[in-house]
T-cell receptor, first 117, second 109 residues
Framework: GAGVSQSPRYKVAKRGQDVALRCDPISGHVSLFWYQQALGQGPEFLTYFQNEAQLDKSGLPSDRFFAERPEGSVSTLKIQRTQQEDSAVYLC???????????????FGPGTRLTVT | TQLLEQSPQFLSIQEGENLTVYCNSSSVFSSLQWYRQEPGEGPVLLVTVVTGGEVKKLKRLTFQFGDARKDSSLHITAAQPGDTGLYLCAGEGDYKLSFGAGTTVTVRA
């Protein structure tokens, strides 16, 4: 079956522009995660959805970052007034379920590489 | 800031040699996962270790979880060029994954 897909794969934005990054999780997966991966670093957690509910947004670096998953499937990560430090790969992952302290395996998409000039 | 420290950062070896990658943390995790990431792709899960002292083998890869569930190692025997990639460890807690910075492994033919 299809895995997690993300679009666009590459995005170049001028500083100050708004961008929207899309994630299509695996069908039927309840949980959806966004991570930010800077060059030479491991992914860092941004936010977590269970169905349409955003249960944790503690990793969002500023109020310029906003994520939604209105129907519990596709998710969009929006970054307003982009800055150079926002340049990174944004990874989306989905899992069958997250329960309590642990989660089923997270399946990652290929990521969107955002470059802010 | 990465909660998990990986070492070494880079590793370049000849085909057929063995290698070990280490992952250390001051935090205890409910489980620890190892991923491999190739350029332009997302991380792919290799293994999950849950019990302190646990050892798992996956063909030529051996994973060990420390007794205190704070550290782990990945050992590859007789490395092949196909093992080239970024190896990431990730600790799981509160359903979140906390990743290390990764070890870039290059296996030369």
């Amino acid at each position: 079956g299809a895995g997690v897909s993300q679009s666009p794969r590459y995005k170049v934005a001028k500083r100050g522009q708004d961008v929207a990054l899309r994630c299509d999780p695996i069908s039927g997966h309840v949980s959806l995660f966004w991570y930010q991966q800077a060059l030479g670093q491991g992914p860092e957690f941004l936010t977590y959805f269970q169905n349409e509910a955003q249960l944790d947004k503690s990793g969002l670096p500023s109020d310029r970052f906003f994520a939604e998953r209105p129907e519990g499937s596709v998710s969009t990560l929006k970054i307003q007034r982009t800055q150079q430090e926002d340049s990174a790969v944004y990874l989306c992952a989905s899992s069958l379920e997250a329960r309590g302290y642990w989660t089923y395996e997270q399946y990652f998409g290929p990521g969107t590489r955002l470059t802010v000039t | 800031t990465q909660l998990l420290e990986q070492s070494p950062q880079f590793l370049s070896i000849q085909e057929g040699e063995n290698l070990t990658v280490y992952c250390n943390s001051s935090s205890v995790f409910s489980s620890l996962q190892w991923y491999r990431q190739e350029p332009g792709e997302g991380p792919v899960l290799l293994v999950t270790v849950v019990t302190g002292g646990e050892v798992k083998k996956l063909k030529r890869l051996t994973f060990q979880f420390g007794d205190a569930r704070k550290d782990s190692s990945l050992h590859i025997t007789a490395a092949q060029p196909g093992d080239t990639g970024l190896y990431l460890c990730a600790g799981e807690g509160d359903y979140k994954l906390s990743f290390g910075a990764g070890t870039t492994v290059t296996v030369r033919a």
